[in-house]
């Protein structure tokens, strides 16, 4: 079994940043795309930002240029990097890993999520 474990969700003001980081654990052998999703109050998940395991990423329209996505395939670890936050980027934000285990069948997995609160 695998697990993320998502971090770094806080309350900041607009304007300001913040880092999410998400590590995976367990038995696994590699990890193909990571991403981070985000969930606000009376809405659908949505897709933030992806990235595969070659370090391509991409975003939705609403974060480009704010936010900044990255991953290390030694530490199996995928952060988000949020800054100019706006209080539409209120939601819970959940990490998104594609993971093969040893017999490399591949499985989708997602964390338990994080709260991220930004104040007018």
């Known amino acids: 079994q695998v697990q993320l474990a998502e971090s770094g969700g806080a309350l900041v003001q607009a304007g300001g940043s913040l880092r999410l980081s998400c590590a995976a654990s367990g038995r696994l052998l590699y990890i193909n795309d990571m991403g981070w999703y985000r969930q606000a109050q009376g809405k659908q998940r949505e897709l933030v930002a992806l990235?595969?395991?070659?370090?391509?990423?991409n975003y939705a329209d609403s974060v480009k240029g704010r936010f900044i996505i990255s991953r290390d395939n030694a530490k199996n670890t995928v952060s988000l990097q949020m800054n100019s936050l706006k209080s539409d980027d209120t939601a819970v934000y959940y990490c998104?890993?594609?993971?093969?285990?040893?017999?490399?069948?591949?499985?989708?997995?997602w964390g338990q999520g994080t709260q991220v609160t930004v104040s007018p």
């Open positions: 990235i595969a395991r070659s370090g391509s990423a």
């Open positions: 998104n890993a594609d993971v093969a285990d040893y017999t490399r069948s591949l499985a989708n997995y």
